[in-house]
């Protein structure tokens, strides 16, 4: 089983700007939870997307938005970088295993986002 | 607000010690208590508890949970290098409507270090 992917792995931006990270999903899961980990404030959930709705949200500003599209394929976007928003972003894919009728969660291997 | 609390924040043994790490939580509607295990890349799925008292079992590392006081444990036996990680300590908890929607509160997380 193909694992959950992220791109890019790395970025470097300057406050002001703007990012979009991409997350694809395990094959045949339809949710996909985007976080933030920092060293002062750990894991954050940021939002949860399941075919192509946001169901659930976490506490970060505006700033932060998201989108999934049909393939369940995910796409986080910050608008006006700020300092703070330097982080490993994480996407984690859920769905049911087929064969185990078991839920289950993967996450990908992070972006890093620094902000200078 | 949900919140999670794990203890010690580090803790340093050498190989072939056994080593407990704690994990309180105050959550409305509990769902389930995730354990994971990060190393420098993604966290790592370890264990999932939804049931008190009932220990769960991976080789050299088991998890049992209290739902009365609101605590889980992580035993890990006969630790090896290979151990050291940051272990977290994640709940899930319903909405009002009755559904998660892939929502995680974490911990900030026990550092464990494993000398040779």
């Known amino acids: 089983k193909a694992g959950v992917t992220q791109t890019p792995r790395y970025l470097i931006k300057t406050r002001g700007q703007q990012v979009t990270l991409s997350c694809s999903p395990i094959?045949?899961?339809?949710?996909v939870s985007w976080y933030q980990q920092t060293p002062g404030q750990g894991l954050q959930f940021l939002f949860e997307?399941?075919?192509?709705?946001?169901?659930n949200k976490g506490n970060f500003p505006g700033r932060f938005s998201g989108r999934q599209f049909s393939n369940s394929r995910s796409e986080m976007n910050v608008s006006t970088l700020e300092l703070g928003d330097s982080a490993l972003y994480l996407c984690?894919?859920?769905?049911?295993?087929?064969?185990?009728?078991?839920?289950?969660?993967?996450f990908g291997p992070g972006t890093r986002l620094t902000v200078l | 607000e949900d919140k999670v609390v794990q203890s010690p924040l580090s803790l340093v043994v050498h190989e072939g010690d056994t080593v407990t790490l704690n994990c309180s939580y105050e959550?409305?509607?509990?769902?389930?208590l995730l354990w994971y295990k990060q190393e420098k890349k993604a966290p790592t799925f370890l264990f999932m508890l939804?049931?008190?008292?009932i220990e769960k079992k991976s080789g050299r590392l088991s998890s049992i949970l209290d739902k009365k006081e609101l605590f889980s444990i992580l035993n890990i036996t006969a630790t090896q290098t290979g151990d050291s990680a940051v272990y977290l300590c994640?709940?899930?908890?319903?909405?009002?409507?009755?559904?998660?929607?892939?929502?995680?509160?974490f911990g900030q997380g026990t550092i464990l270090t494993v000398h040779p």
């Open positions: 984690a894919s859920q769905g049911r295993d087929r064969y185990s009728n078991k839920d289950e969660q993967f």
């Open positions: 997307y399941f075919s192509e709705t946001q169901r």
């Open positions: 994640a709940v899930e908890a319903f909405d009002a409507g009755g559904t998660s929607y892939g929502k995680l509160t």
């Open positions: 094959s045949g899961h339809r949710s």
């Open positions: 959550v409305t509607n509990f769902r389930s």
């Open positions: 939804t049931s008190s008292g």
